[in-house]
């Protein structure tokens, strides 16, 4: 299926994700080539919420640029699979070689902006990341390395201590608490 398919196919949980899955499909019907970040204004991203093998650990990263744990994540560069982004991208970035998709569907879906900043010895302006989210699975017993150049560490975090690691106050409350939140339920509902 093709993302935008995928995108428009996702049923929003709150506000914040109708709003921004409507942005997206709006952008990207009038835009091209924002599979590329050579698009500066906005540009298709995929990120991941990645749980242990028992589903009460969240793996995060502790972010160079945000200098902050966070998700992993990172551009579409051309790749239209977006679930292959995010697991290509988790692996780059946690060193893990076995991570399988929970679901392989959309669990989340987002507009971030960005502040701008210094990637590679060159200054990237700010702009938004049109972004997906999909829930992974990985084995908290695995080997973990870090992507030096992308984040300084790599850690597991039990639900209770997943939200007060990060220090992007926005990304907490908006978005990792509703990924937290979506989680949850499905363990009470015993899908997970």
């Not at 990637?119 to 390395?145: I, P």
């Not at 509703?178 to 899908?191: A, E, H, P």
């Amino acid at each position: 299926m093709h993302y935008i398919e995928e995108i428009k196919q996702y049923q929003p949980i709150n506000e914040q994700e109708v709003m921004d899955k409507q942005l997206i499909i709006d952008y990207v019907e009038c835009h091209d080539q924002v599979l590329t970040r050579e698009h500066v204004v906005a540009h298709v991203t995929a990120s991941s919420w990645i749980l242990n093998q028992t589903h009460d650990r969240v793996l995060l990263v502790f972010h160079n640029i945000y200098n902050s744990w966070s998700w992993t994540g990172g551009h579409a560069d051309k790749e239209a699979d977006l679930l292959q982004v995010a697991l290509k991208e988790a692996k780059e970035e946690t060193g893990l070689k076995r991570i399988f998709p929970i679901d392989p569907h959309i669990f989340s879906i987002e507009s971030l902006c960005v502040n701008g900043h210094v990637k590679r010895g060159k200054y990237v302006s700010s702009h938004l990341h049109l972004n997906v989210t999909y829930l992974l699975e990985a084995n908290d017993q695995d080997l973990l390395f870090e992507k030096v150049d992308e984040n300084k560490a790599v850690r597991w975090f039990t639900f209770e201590e997943v939200l007060g690691a990060p220090n992007e106050e926005w990304m907490v409350k908006v978005i990792y608490q509703k990924l937290y939140g979506k989680v949850q339920r499905l363990i009470t509902q015993g899908i997970l």
